[in-house]
């Protein structure tokens, strides 16, 4: 179940990045579990990674293999390789020197990405036998495979392209992440990988990415859990027509405004498809007097089981939120400043319920599938937003069967 129309895009092609996609049947044998992606010779490459205390393996290698001028990323889905000691690093690297010698580069050449199921071997064997075929099938235009073939309980790829002008010179860029549960980023999203033309050296596009995601996988939440597996990669081929991308340059200022808006939209997408959603909530604090201050009032709203639970059964019961911001560890919060809105519906005033709220107005707000919750705390200028989902009957079935 997804909320809103969530139809694949017409994904460009960009100079520089082929994909190849393979079924290994790492936990079933219907579609593609495989996924290896080769960029050009002289392309820069930037990562963040989860901040979970028990990373996976394969996040462990990659972290390692970013400083030594990657030139193909290698995903499996199906099984995360977390959990899994000293084998899953063996296995990993074993994974990576198999790939490396397909194509024809070095070991560390190679970043692995793994998702799925955690604290199960890695099967290598059926990984390493599907790799011929992927390389095969290495093409400019299989984004939508290589979307799907990334996906876990996913109910629909996630796929942003877009094109912006550098000097008169069209630069694309290109997105695709898998998400639906176990999502509440801390430095990145479950899996994203986004690939650019642009001529960009290493340290600026790390820098790029690392605002971006701050600002976008950052703030998005569907259960509160963080994932050990979570990555997002950015790859920047080179091959554009456009000069390249500096520092304090106009054209630098472009280029990061368009990973952030395509980032946004990755991010977004993950919500829409969260395991179970029925609503989409963009939870937006106002008047704060920092940014951090914002999104902790955000982020206490979006995790609360209690208002998630009040949205899937589209009960306006507004003293949820209001216990959430109360309880969000906000010092010197003047109740009376507090205002709380649905939509456009004022539900909290002057410390209480406002006096011209119905509860037939905000009925007509709970109603609908995707819903703004605003809160103003009047204490600043500060402002953020954070996007979350309803919690429903089926979150807890997909998850109480996880590994059926």
């Known amino acids: 179940m997804a909320v809103g129309k969530c139809d694949f895009p017409n994904m460009l092609n960009i100079a520089g990045i082929t994909l190849g996609t393979a079924c290994a049947g790492i936990k079933q044998n ?52 977390a959990g899994t000691g000293a084998q899953g690093m063996q296995d990993a690297l074993l994974c990576c020197a198999e790939l490396a010698k397909f194509a024809g580069g070095a070991n560390n050449q190679v970043l692995p990405f793994s998702t799925g199921v955690i604290g199960q071997p890695l099967p290598v064997e059926k990984i390493t036998a599907a790799l011929p075929e992927a390389i095969k099938n290495l093409s400019l235009d299989n984004w939508e495979k290589a979307a799907r073939a990334i996906m876990t309980t996913d109910t629909f790829p996630k796929g942003v392209s877009k094109v912006i002008c550098i000097a008169g010179q069209p630069v694309t860029i290109n997105g695709i992440s898998k998400g639906a549960g176990m999502i509440q980023p801390n430095m990145a999203t479950m899996l994203g990988f986004i690939a650019t033309d642009a001529k960009i050296n290493q340290a600026l596009l790390q820098n790029c990415l690392a605002v971006a995601v701050e600002q976008s996988f950052n703030r998005i939440t569907v259960d509160g859990d963080t994932s050990t597996n979570d990555a997002c990669v950015v790859m920047a081929s080179g091959c554009s027509t456009a000069p390249e991308i500096t520092a304090g340059s106009e054209h630098y200022a472009i280029f990061a405004d368009a990973l952030m808006d395509v980032c946004k939209q990755l991010a977004e997408a993950i919500v829409r498809d969260g395991e179970g959603a029925t609503k989409l909530m963009r939870i937006l604090v106002k008047e704060a007097l920092q940014m951090e201050e914002a999104v902790r009032v955000g982020k206490t709203i979006a995790h609360s089981p209690l208002v998630k639970t009040a949205f899937f059964a589209s009960d306006p019961n507004w003293g949820r939120i209001l216990a959430a911001v109360g309880r969000s560890g906000i010092e010197n919060m003047v109740l009376e400043n507090v205002q709380i809105f649905l939509d456009d519906v004022c539900i909290v005033r002057n410390g209480g319920r406002a006096d011209d709220y119905t509860e037939e107005a905000g009925q007509q707000v709970m109603n609908r599938d995707e819903i703004t919750v605003t809160v103003k705390l009047g204490r600043g200028e500060a402002a953020q937003e954070v996007l979350t989902c309803d919690l429903s009957y089926d979150y807890v079935k997909i998850n109480a069967e996880y590994r059926t």
């Open 30 to 81: 219907v579609k593609d579990d495989i996924l290896v992606i080769q960029m050009a010779e002289q392309a820069t490459c930037a990562a963040v990674f989860t901040q979970n205390a028990f990373c996976a393996a394969p996040v462990h290698v990659a972290k390692t293999n970013l400083a030594h001028g990657p030139r193909w990323l290698l995903i499996n889905s199906g099984n995360a390789n």
